[in-house]
């Protein structure tokens, strides 16, 4: 037992478990792997043994230059963070955009849930062709989608045709919110993913709370059908990136690291297996080692022009219908009905301030212009940046050091430490910003509180993302679009939060949105202790096995 993690009494090896570190005082059922054939990384992280295992196919995303890796996610980054603010950022002028439009403040927020329940709904869809047809297309379609909803809003003459131009650019912002995790997956080792997926989820947060910060002076000098211009703008450039920069990362793999790859053994099976064993000699055919073994050379490079390819092959071969309905099923694993629980209730608690910050500060006793408004943003934009900076690098050195004093063995249960920091932030940020506005504080107050909550989200995302995508690798896409069913929970709370707001006041809204955050938070706990036997009774349930694979 581990930390405090409790082994599964009913298989030797749990997917998800690995051996990581190359030292000497591993445990007795792992001795017999034969380290010296698998891969190590580099420099400062010789030590470490690659999980996933790489293969010796040059096109394969895990061999790919450094720069390559890291071009390819400051241009996903950069897309993301721009699809990040097209959602919130007409909230500085809400008041002003409904006098305009001739509807209320209400119907205005109202659009924003119609297209985040657009997205919740797409990433059925996103997933299943991503899943099947690679990436690549998908980025591209979303991002060409995202360009002409853009022109679209900033040409839209009246309400009708505004909510028309958010509905559309839903199906473009619904990849984004699960492929980018995906890709990183694909490209990066277990020991680096975190930092990454805090480099994207820097992008993606300060494009949330910078794209309010921006469009207020935007909304208040030049109109607010210019915040879409401008986003137009940023994507077309995206579109020319995507196409150039960002290739197909799905890859036809055998075997996604060093840990067992075959079906989990009953005890019968495993105490015959040992007797067996007792007889033969120590044997090591049940734990993967995924280096290619072939007597093939390795193919060559593709060249530039040939990783233009839109399509490049297919790479499931289980039917639509199959694929389609997994994330139904995935929302029931424990790890991920915790991420959906975790990243669900947290981001959408954020989403709640800009929705509501418009309402509350451009009247007494703020009275706050639209650009001031948007300036709030300043907050979480700041905090975010400080988070990610922070909670990224130093998961992935948690992680890294609780290996090596598990004498070698990783355990995903390892992501889940930052947990801690992010309890602590939220609580300030909710329940603090629900004072801080009742009690009419200095503004000062609620726009620091509001930037605490964003931080929590910082960390929360590499637990959640980090954890999942190491738990369940091979189902990855369908895991995240479980976790991103929390948009349907964001559509149905933001369709009416400012006639909550009106009803009972700030003070009760956000402590009723902090309890229910605290709650979900302290259920980590549980998932640290038998987080390693859900993942076992998981792997060898037989239908699901069948079920999930990609065969047909």
């Not at 030590?47 to 196919?57: A, G, K, N, T």
């Not at 984004?176 to 993606?204: K, S």
């Not at 994507?235 to 079906?263: A, D, K, N, Q, W």
Request: include cysteine; charged fraction near 15%.
């Amino acid at each position: 037992m581990a930390f405090g993690i409790l082994e599964d009494r009913y298989s030797e090896h749990v997917p998800g478990t690995a051996i990581m570190n190359d030292q000497n005082d591993i445990p007795p059922e792992y001795r017999n792997i034969p380290r010296d054939q698998l891969k190590h990384g580099t420099g400062r992280y010789s030590h470490i043994i690659l999980v996933p295992q790489p293969s010796d196919d040059p096109n394969d995303p895990l061999n790919w230059p450094q720069w390559q890796k890291e071009c390819i996610l400051v241009v996903v980054g950069i897309s993301a963070a721009v699809v990040g603010a097209f959602g919130p950022m007409l909230s500085p002028g809400f008041v002003e955009i409904s006098e305009e439009l001739g509807i209320t403040v209400n119907t205005l927020s109202q659009s924003t849930a119609w297209l985040i329940l657009t997205i919740g709904l797409c990433l059925f869809i996103a997933n299943p062709m991503a899943k099947l047809y690679g990436k690549r297309p998908v980025y591209i379609v979303a991002i060409i989608i995202m360009l002409v909803g853009s022109i679209w809003g900033a040409a839209s003459k009246n309400y009708s045709s505004f909510l028309a131009s958010r509905i559309v650019s839903g199906f473009g912002m619904a990849p984004y919110e699960v492929l980018v995790q995906c890709t990183l997956g694909d490209l990066y080792f277990v020991h680096e993913r975190v930092t990454r997926i805090a480099i994207w989820n820097l992008f993606l947060l300060t494009g949330i709370s910078g794209g309010g910060l921006v469009s207020g002076y935007i909304i208040e000098y030049s109109g607010w059908k210019w915040t879409f211009g401008v986003c137009a703008i940023f994507f077309g450039v995206c579109v020319f990136g995507i196409i150039f920069l960002v290739p197909e990362t799905s890859y036809r793999r055998t075997s996604i690291g060093p840990i067992s790859t075959h079906p989990v053994k009953t005890v019968d099976e495993e105490e015959k297996e040992h007797l067996e064993n007792e007889k033969s000699g120590p044997q090591f055919s049940d734990v993967a080692v995924t280096r290619t073994q072939s007597n093939r050379s390795a193919p060559k490079r593709m060249s530039y022009v040939q990783s233009l390819r839109i399509y490049t092959g297919r790479y499931a071969q289980a039917p639509f219908w199959r694929i389609f309905t997994r994330p139904f099923i995935v929302f029931w694993y424990p790890a991920v009905f915790w991420g959906f629980l975790i990243y669900g209730t947290t981001l959408t608690w954020i989403v709640v301030f800009s929705v509501v910050n418009a309402s509350i500060f451009t009247v007494p006793p703020y009275n706050f212009s639209v650009s001031d408004t948007g300036l709030i943003s300043l907050s979480p934009f700041i905090l975010t940046i400080v988070g990610e900076l922070i909670s990224g690098p130093l998961n992935d050195w948690i992680c890294i050091a609780l290996t090596k004093r598990n004498h070698g063995i990783y355990e995903p249960e390892f992501r889940l430490v930052l947990i801690i920091p992010t309890i602590l932030l939220g609580v300030v940020g909710f329940f603090g910003f629900g004072a801080t506005v009742h009690f009419q504080t200095h503004w000062s107050g609620p726009v620091l509180t509001f930037g605490l909550a964003n931080m929590s989200l910082a960390f929360a995302s590499g637990c959640v993302f980090g954890y999942i995508l190491d738990a369940h690798a091979n189902l990855a896409e369908e895991a995240f679009v479980a976790v991103n069913t929390r948009n349907l929970l964001t559509f149905g709370l933001t369709y009416f939060v400012n006639d909550w707001l009106v009803s009972d006041g700030p003070l009760n809204v956000f402590c009723v949105l902090g309890g229910l955050f605290l709650f979900v938070t302290f259920l980590t706990f549980p998932l640290w202790v038998f987080g390693k036997r859900f993942r076992g009774a998981i792997a060898r349930n037989r239908f699901l096995n069948e079920f999930m694979s990609d065969l047909n």
